[in-house]
C-alpha cells in the first residue's frame, strides 16, 4: 500500500471522472485536473468565484462548476481547454446544480424550489420544470439514462413526473400516497420506483414506471420511520433503516419484509466475530524526546499505532444518548451500503457511531462487527471486490474484507484526518480527504486479502 503526496483542497471537493482517467480537486476558486496515475496537471481552470460544487460529465469530458452564492455555473472541456460556458440563473439564485445522464444538458434548481432550468450546451436552448420538490432526494435517473423520475408539490400534495431524458418529455405523471415525501430512488435495474414519506410517518411506497402503486409497505405508526434506503445491486432486496434502530429487508418477488436486522447494545451471540480496533503508542526510548507535542496528533512521529482485535461474546456496544431537544437526534440506522457482489450489507445505527455492523445478505444474519475508537465519519464499498473502507475523522484508514480488518496510518508531515474518501471505479486506489488536504492511497491487488 502506497500513498501519494498531499495537495491542496476546498471543502472535500475531489471528484475521480466516471472513466477512472483523471481526478477534478477545487482549491477556493481554482479547479485542478490530474492525471490519476501520475499525478501530473494537466489542465487549470479558474471560476469567478469559489466553488462550492463540482461534478464530471457521464462522458468525463465535461466538469460542471456551481457558485450558488453568486447563481452560477461554469462549465469546462477537457477536449477543448479554450472553450468554457457561463449559465447566470440571475435574480432567481440557484441551490442546485446537476448534469443529465446525457453529459449535454444542466439542470439548475432556482431559489425556493420555484422551478428546474434545463440548459442545453449543444442548442444553448432553455425549458423549465415546475413545481419541484424542496426534499434532499427529489430528483433520480435510471441506470441506463433513460428515464428521471422528479418529485413536485402541488396545491399541497405530493406528484411524481417520469420524463424521457432524450428529449425531457413527459411520461406519466401521478399523485403519490404520501403526506410529506421525503426521496426517491429507483432500483438498479430501472423497472421500479421506490418512494419514502418524512420521518415524522413511516412509509415506503413502490411504484412501477408506468404510474402503478406495486406496493406500500408501512413498519410501525405514531413514531419517527424512515432514516435510509438503499437497493441491492440486483435490485431484489431494498433495505430500510429505521429510527427504531432497525433494518427492514424486502423482497422484490413479494414486496414483503423477509428480515429484521437489529442492532443490539449487548452481543450475545457466541458466533458473533466482534473486531474491536485499539491503540498504542510508538515505543520511541526513554530520554529521546520528552517535549510533549503542541497538538495532539500533531505528527506522525507521536500518533498512535492501531491495530484489531477479536473479542468473544458477549460485547457491549458503546452507546450515544441522543438529546431529545435537539432536531435531526442522533438516533436510527443512518447509514446503509449494499456490496457490489450482494452479498453484504454495511450499516451504521446513529446512536452507536463507532461501530459498522456487517451483514450477511444470503444467510440474513450478522456477520462480523467492526468497533472503531472514533465515530465512524464514511465507508464505501470497493467497486470490484468485497472490501469495505472505514474513515473516523483519525489519521488513519481502515479496511475489511472476508479475511479480515486493517488499520492503515496516512504517512505525513503534520496532522491528516481522513474525514471522507471515494474508491477509484477500478478498485486500485482510494482518494482520501481531510478539511484541506487530500491524497491518493494505492493499493496493490495482492492486498485485497
Not at 147 to 165: G, H
Request: glycine letters at 4%; hydrophobic letters at 40%.
Amino acid at each position: 500500500m502506497n500513498f501519494s503526496e498531499l495537495f491542496k483542497q476546498s471543502n472535500q471537493l475531489c471528484r475521480l471522472s466516471p472513466d477512472g482517467r483523471y481526478s477534478a480537486v477545487c482549491v477556493q476558486y481554482r479547479l485542478v485536473i490530474r492525471d490519476v496515475r501520475t499525478l501530473q496537471v494537466l489542465h487549470l481552470y479558474t471560476c469567478l468565484d469559489q466553488i462550492q460544487y463540482v461534478e464530471w460529465s457521464a462522458d468525463s469530458l465535461f466538469l460542471l462548476c456551481a457558485m450558488y452564492k453568486r447563481g452560477l455555473v461554469q462549465v469546462w472541456s477537457l477536449e477543448q481547454p479554450d472553450w468554457h460556458c457561463k449559465i447566470d440563473e440571475g435574480s432567481a439564485g440557484l441551490v442546485a446544480s446537476r448534469w443529465s445522464p446525457d453529459g449535454r444538458h444542466i439542470l439548475n434548481t432556482t431559489e425556493f424550489h420555484l422551478r428546474i432550468t434545463v440548459w442545453s450546451l449543444c442548442t444553448k436552448s432553455v425549458s423549465y420544470i415546475k413545481y419541484p420538490k424542496a426534499c434532499q432526494h427529489g430528483m433520480d435517473f435510471t441506470k441506463d439514462g433513460c428515464y428521471m423520475a422528479l418529485a413536485e408539490r402541488r396545491d399541497c400534495k405530493d406528484y411524481i413526473s417520469i420524463f424521457v431524458c432524450s428529449e425531457l418529455q413527459l411520461l406519466r405523471h401521478f399523485e403519490t400516497e404520501t403526506q410529506d415525501l421525503a426521496g426517491i430512488e429507483f432500483s438498479p435495474n430501472g423497472c421500479v420506483l421506490a418512494v419514502w414519506d418524512s420521518c415524522l410517518e413511516y412509509k415506503v411506497l413502490l411504484y412501477s414506471l408506468d404510474g402503478r402503486l406495486l406496493s406500500t409497505y408501512s413498519a410501525y405508526e405514531w413514531s419517527l420511520g424512515v432514516k435510509s434506503v438503499a437497493w441491492s445491486p440486483s435490485s431484489q432486496f431494498l433495505a430500510i433503516g429505521s429510527y427504531d434502530e432497525k433494518v427492514r429487508i424486502l423482497s422484490h418477488v413479494t414486496w414483503r419484509k423477509i428480515v429484521e436486522l437489529e442492532h443490539l447494545p449487548t452481543i450475545k451471540d457466541s458466533k458473533s466475530v466482534i473486531y474491536k480496533e485499539v491503540e498504542s503508542r510508538p515505543d520511541i526510548g526513554s530520554g529521546v524526546l520528552s517535549l510533549p507535542p503542541l497538538i495532539t496528533g500533531a505528527s506522525s512521529l507521536f500518533s498512535t499505532e492501531s491495530k484489531y482485535e477479536i473479542c468473544q461474546p458477549p460485547v457491549q456496544v458503546p452507546i450515544v444518548k441522543p438529546d431529545p431537544d435537539r432536531a435531526n437526534p442522533k438516533l436510527g440506522v443512518g447509514m446503509i451500503a449494499f456490496s457490489p457482489d450482494n452479498r453484504f450489507l454495511a450499516t451504521r445505527n446513529d446512536n452507536m457511531p463507532n461501530t459498522v455492523w456487517i451483514w450477511d445478505v444470503q444467510k440474513l444474519k450478522q456477520y462480523v462487527v467492526l468497533e472503531q475508537i472514533s465515530a465512524v465519519r464514511n465507508f464505501q464499498w470497493d467497486p470490484r471486490r468485497t472490501r469495505l473502507a472505514i474513515c473516523t475523522g483519525s489519521t488513519k484508514v481502515y479496511l475489511w474484507s472476508p479475511a479480515g480488518c486493517l488499520a492503515v496510518q496516512v504517512p505525513s508531515e503534520g496532522t491528516f484526518q481522513v474525514l471522507s474518501l471515494h474508491w477509484h471505479p477500478s478498485g486500485d486506489s482510494l482518494m482520501l480527504m481531510s478539511k484541506d488536504q487530500m491524497c491518493v492511497c494505492y493499493l496493490e491487488i495482492a492486498d485485497e486479502n
